[in-house]
């Protein structure tokens, strides 16, 4: 199993908990339709960043193909404009 952490930063302006449910809303969903992604959560964050995400995959595969697939493209394109910083930590269970 591998773990996902990002944490990330929104340009200035961004009404930040709106944003966050848009997030939220956008991915939470993918868990159960794309193949290894077993459990994700996305929360609003504090000191520094302003929201992180967390995720399982059953393989550093499916993370692999997560980052490509076609579900997970369509759902960064209501968010991704929003971002403004981003940094990720994968590890292995």
Do not use: W
Not at 14 to 19: G, L, R, T, V
Not at 30 to 53: C, F, S, T, W
């Amino acid at each position: 199993m591998v773990k996902h952490i990002v944490l990330y930063t929104f340009k200035e302006g961004i009404n930040k908990p709106e944003a966050v449910e848009v997030v939220r809303t956008q991915l939470e969903p993918l868990v159960g339709k794309i193949p290894g992604l077993l459990h994700m959560e996305i929360r609003q964050a504090y000191n520094g960043m302003d929201y992180a995400l967390y995720s399982e995959f059953a393989s550093r595969e499916d993370l692999k193909a997560y980052q490509t697939h076609p579900l997970h493209l369509a759902a960064k394109e209501h968010f991704f404009h929003l971002l403004s910083e981003r940094v990720c930590a994968d590890y292995d269970v």
